[in-house]
């Protein structure tokens, strides 16, 4: 990495903000050692189990249970009778049912939940449970869906959020115009460890709950209300999280699994495996994109205007803010004058979609990126031309009327990506080049025959936490004392870990601003307020935030407590290294001796600037907090005789603000970038009528080491003012451009307009 | 479910006799996912790893002898040079947690029409060894395989050994179409082998079974220039290009569409012919 640093060089705090020190549970994680939430075990556990439909869309006219509560060793089997509370949940709608009802919506939607004293015994009884169906058609394309044409999938019609955006003229005209349909399929979070935890009974109608989960408190919430029970009597605690991405934001097994314990009195531990898993979460919303750019003959754009369809299935999940997302940011990272901008989420009866990485602006950046490229070659401009020529900048007016108040370098990022090198060109000599560098890797397809370069680039734009008015916020707690002879901090949120390294962050701030090197994360749970949801880039800035705003509370009140020991003013005191100092006299005293027995606890509800609603009608408002940027250029090499690609560098520009942990920020790029790597090339569930073709790791492919490239990374920290230490959420960007610019590269190499991700050999030849 | 582990292949047949219903896993890269989603609950499992003799192999008189037990990584690192064309297909196998475990004898067990290592042992010419408690046969490869995932073996039987004549001077190729760069199930594949004025050449995931071609390998017999220097006319690659073509019966599933698998086995078809041409040539250079 090479790291490029804007403005302030203050002194850095060993192991505090600025370092890259070692993860918390990094040593575990790498030994196998560390405890996911599928390795839960409790004494006298049950297993539970769940049975789906078979069907995309269907009555259920009867469920028979007699079967599976004869076998031996089943201790409970549950249906929507058994639901004390409201038989209904859903993060921004309740409309998804507990367990079915009278219609099942999507294949895999859970109508019945066994418990059992062994998985197997589950999953037998599971199978035993005879369900009546009553098979209905499934609606399966969104567009229908808006329009009308089809069933509604809920009473309420099948639209779930319309958004316009109207800026500038609404009729405008212009010298170039060029315009698209593109499309982009249903990619999935590929998490790891798959969705489970572990519900116990307080025996006096209460649960505590242990699961993987990205927002314990939303999950709380929505718990509360299935089981008809009030707050206090359920109570999460994070377990180890196997990755997120989005797919963790909608509850999964969490609401079953306290039914059961409740129902048996037992402790009940539910698992998917990885075909249920691929039934058990949300996927990122496919879309449908009509785009139309004007621009004036030496490529300034005149206007925007698009129409994008995203599919949300069965269940609303996260729709209306991916809707939002879309749409506010439908024409990227540029300066638009006029735009019109509509955008859909759809009920239909394929599987339910929700949050993933970078949502709703992940899909308008293959449309509006694939447009830039075509609008280039229309005037006859280079790719990073026509995006310098339109780049937006610190002071720019978004499509929604607001205007951009912090760094929005995306000409520097685009300059930075042309300055580095170029890898050298593809080895075409039969039998010289390693395999591995050509596309096709070791299956041995060409020796170079066939291989074409190409080089393509994109920029994205996300907002960063949540917008629209929500009301966003996180808690923090912050403990200073002496333990054992030396000065010790623990920090408690209710922010979920789910691999980023939040973790590591909270110590460093809090080292930084303590100047305490040993600092204790508690595990996460409800115990403390809400931390909002790990997603949107925002744990950072928000529970970064808030653990900032406590240790600063605690430092005050050290200060004074000092200063009244020491005899000074808490003015001229400050915290370094474990001591008390002055600047006019050095060190004063040991912070542990200043300590004694005191002891430092303060909790903040930290929130971040306040975000305007959207005018319904017109889309102005000042929707978003922050934005953050990223650029990728991509170099392929194609066989385009196979169509199969070899990414052979995708290098990225990126503006974090500050990067609080420079390894952690370079990991987060590489990922993400990987992450965009695969919906370019490989990774889409496949439907058919609505069913999935591929819920394996067989045949829904993520990419390997072979398929992703070594990648240069330039990171520039260009301070925000208005966030904490002028950080800039980075999980997301990286994810957006890194797509648009290896199909940008394809369609360099091969000619072809690949209107379509994932683009598959089939599509190239 | 039982797990029986006999110390002996006698044993095993002895038990595979008794309880046909026993399902033998070797490396269990394929059991182990069957019984994992439930897609299989067989009365007992024959664990074959501790039978010694499967797990080793002997070459003499040109042939190789290789135990069905022998895992991939074995026969990369120890039969690469010996049988290069089942070493390639073999590097292409999983990822190399797989290739520890996996066996050609588990390939062939599962049978599946994506198997890699079946195009290479049809074009070879290699033979299967079956045996049970009533004796041993041998039977050549292309007679293995009779359905998706079904093959000549008799319940009561197991493979013992796969026989493979040594390269040597023959060029052997393999090939093979992923939508990934690696650890990914073949959307077809291709097998050749030139030696001695003869040709084999076999095709994988393209019909319902792995399939030699015999018509291309009849075309490349009689209308390579095998005592000629030239490098290959375009003409002669894309007449058996469209041979091996022709050849295929493939589906459209969700890894790749018929028409892809067809025209990309023509694509193949085309490049390992000549790189299979110009080793062969340089060896046979090199031996006179
Ligand atoms: C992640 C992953 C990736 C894979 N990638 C590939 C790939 O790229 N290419 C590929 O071809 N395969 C692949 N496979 C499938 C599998 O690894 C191979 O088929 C392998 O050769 C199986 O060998 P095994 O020893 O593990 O077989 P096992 O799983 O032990 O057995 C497979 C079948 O053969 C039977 N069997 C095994 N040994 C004998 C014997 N001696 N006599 C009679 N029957 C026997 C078993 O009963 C079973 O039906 C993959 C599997 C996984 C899990």
């Known amino acids: ?765 | 479910m039982e797990f029986v582990r006999p110390d002996s292949l006698q044993e095993a047949l002895a038990t595979k006799a008794e309880r046909p219903g026993a399902v033998p896993i070797a490396g269990g890269t394929d059991v182990m996912v069957e019984l994992n989603y439930d897609h299989r609950r067989p009365e007992a499992l024959l664990d074959l790893t501790r039978i010694a003799e499967l797990a080793t192999w002997s070459a003499s008189g040109g042939y190789v002898r290789l135990g069905a037990g022998v895992p991939y990584t074995r026969l990369i690192d120890e039969l690469g040079d010996t049988l290069p064309g089942l070493a390639m297909a073999s590097r292409t196998v999983g990822s190399p947690q797989i290739r520890n475990r996996g066996t050609v004898g588990g390939n062939l067990g599962a049978a599946s029409p994506a198997g890699d290592t079946h195009p290479v042992l049809l074009a070879v010419g290699a033979e299967i060894e079956l045996a049970s408690a009533r004796g041993v046969r041998r039977i050549p490869a292309t007679d293995f395989y009779t359905g998706v995932k079904r093959s000549v073996l008799e319940p009561d039987e197991l493979i013992t050994a796969v026989l493979l004549p040594v390269a040597g001077t023959a060029a052997e190729q393999f090939s093979k179409i992923g939508t990934r760069n690696a650890m990914v199930i073949a959307v077809c594949s291709l097998g050749l082998v030139l030696r001695d004025g003869r040709a084999g050449v076999a095709i994988g995931s393209a019909a319902p079974t792995p399939r030699r071609v015999s018509g291309a390998e009849e075309f490349l017999a009689a209308e390579l220039p095998w005592d000629d220097d030239a490098p290959l006319p375009d003409s002669l690659k894309r007449r058996f290009a469209e041979l091996v073509a022709a050849a295929t019966e493939p589906i459209d599933d969700v890894r790749g569409t018929a028409d892809y698998r067809t025209h990309a086995l023509g694509v193949l078809a085309r490049r390992t012919l000549t790189w299979a041409w110009d080793d062969y040539r340089g060896s046979v250079r090199a031996c006179a």
Not at chain 1, 265 to 285: A, L, Q, T
Not at chain 1, 467 to 495: H, I, K, N
């Open chain 1, 1 to 765: 990495m090479t790291s490029t640093t804007g403005g302030r060089t203050a002194a850095t705090t060993v192991n505090g903000v600025g370092t890259s020190p070692a993860r918390p549970d990094g040593t575990r994680k790498v030994r196998g050692e560390f405890a996911y939430s599928s390795d839960l075990w409790h004494e006298d556990m049950l297993w539970g189990a769940t049975l789906r439909s078979p069907y995309p869309h269907a009555r259920v006219t009867g469920v028979d249970i007699a079967a599976a509560v004869a076998v031996p060793g089943v201790y409970a089997v549950l249906t929507h009778d058994d639901v004390p509370g409201l038989n209904r949940y859903g993060l921004e709608h309740p409309d998804q049912p507990v367990l079915a009802d009278d219609v099942v919506r999507y294949r895999g939607e859970p109508v019945a939940v066994v418990a059992a004293d062994h998985p197997e015994t589950a999953q037998r009884a599971v199978k035993l449970i005879d369900v009546t169906y009553d098979v209905l058609d499934p609606v399966t394309d969104a567009e229908e869906a808006v329009r009308g044409d089809v069933a509604a999938v809920h009473p309420g019609g099948n639209v779930v959020r319309h958004a316009a955006i109207r800026r500038g003229e609404q009729a405008s005209q212009a010298d170039v115009v060029v315009t698209g349909r593109y499309e982009v399929g249903m990619q999935d979070q590929a998490f790891l460890g798959p969705e489970s935890g572990l519900a116990v009974p307080d025996g006096s109608g209460g649960v505590d709950l242990y699961v993987a989960t990205q927002w314990l408190h939303v999950d709380q919430q929505q718990i509360v209300a299935a089981l008809g029970v009030s707050p206090e009597q359920v109570r999460l605690t994070l377990a180890g999280v196997g990755g997120a991405f989005g797919g963790r934001e909608d509850l999964s097994m969490q609401i079953h699994a306290s039914l059961l314990a409740l129902y048996t009195g037992n402790p009940v531990k539910m698992v998917y495996n990885r075909e249920e898993s691929f039934y058990g979460h949300v996927h990122r919303h496919p879309a449908t994109m009509y785009y139309e750019h004007g621009a004036t003959r030496d490529g300034r754009l005149v206007y925007v205007t698009a129409r994008i369809y995203l599919d949300g299935g069965a269940y609303a999940s996260s729709t209306g803010a991916v809707v939002g997302n879309a749409a506010t940011l439908g024409v990227g990272p540029y300066d638009v004058p006029n735009v019109r901008i509509d955008c859909w989420g759809t009920y239909t009866n394929n599987p339910p979609c929700g949050a993933m990485r970078g949502f709703g602006a992940v899909q308008a950046a293959f449309g509006y990126e694939s447009q830039m490229d075509k609008l280039a070659a229309a005037c006859g401009l280079s790719p990073t031309e026509v995006r310098r020529r339109n780049a937006m900048c610190e002071g720019t007016v978004m499509p929604t009327g607001q205007t951009v108040d912090s760094a929005a370098p995306v000409a520097e990022l685009l300059d930075r990506l042309d300055a580095m090198p170029l890898p050298s060109g593809p080895s075409r000599d039969a039998g010289v080049a390693d395999l591995r560098s050509l596309p096709g890797g070791v299956s041995n397809t060409t020796h170079g025959e066939g291989v074409v370069r190409g080089v393509g680039y994109a920029v994205g734009i996300k907002n960063i936490c949540f917008s629209e008015g929500f009301d966003d916020y996180s808690t923090a707690r912050v403990r200073l004392a002496a333990v054992g002879g030396e000065p010790a901090v623990t920090v408690q949120t209710a922010a979920a870990e789910v691999g980023q390294g939040l973790v590591t962050i909270l110590q460093q701030i809090v080292r930084t601003e303590l100047g305490v090197d040993q600092v204790t994360i508690l595990p996460a749970g409800t115990s403390i307020g809400s931390a909002g949801s790990t997603s949107a880039s925002r744990q950072s800035y928000m529970t970064g935030g808030a653990v900032r705003a406590a240790a600063l509370k605690v430092r005050g009140a050290l200060l004074s407590h000092a200063a009244t020991t020491l005899s000074r003013t808490a003015a001229e005191l400050h915290l370094d290294g474990g001591k008390l100092a002055s600047a006019a006299d050095g060190v004063l005293a040991d912070l542990v001796d200043v300590l004694g027995e005191a002891e430092f606890d303060e909790t903040v509800e930290w929130r971040h600037r306040p975000t305007e609603a959207l005018d319904p009608e017109t889309g102005q408002g000042n929707a978003h907090v922050q934005y953050g940027f990223a650029a990728h250029r991509a170099v392929v090499d194609v066989d385009v005789e196979l169509g199969l690609v070899k990414v052979v560098s995708l290098d990225c520009v990126q503006d974090v603000g500050k990067a609080l942990n420079p390894q952690a920020v370079v990991g987060q790029i590489q990922g993400g970038s990987a992450q965009g790597l695969g919906l370019a090339l490989m990774e889409e569930i496949r439907t058919d009528g609505g069913v999935i073709r591929n819920p394996s790791f067989t045949d829904y492919l993520i990419p390997t080491v072979l398929d992703m490239p070594p990648m240069n990374i330039e990171v520039l920290e260009l301070a925000d003012p208005h966030a904490p230490y002028g950080l800039r959420g980075v999980g997301e960007p990286p994810t957006i451009s890194s797509t648009p610019a290896i199909v940008a590269a394809i369609r360099a190499a091969t000619g072809k307009e690949l209107l379509r991700v994932p683009v598959r050999p089939d599509h190239l030849i």
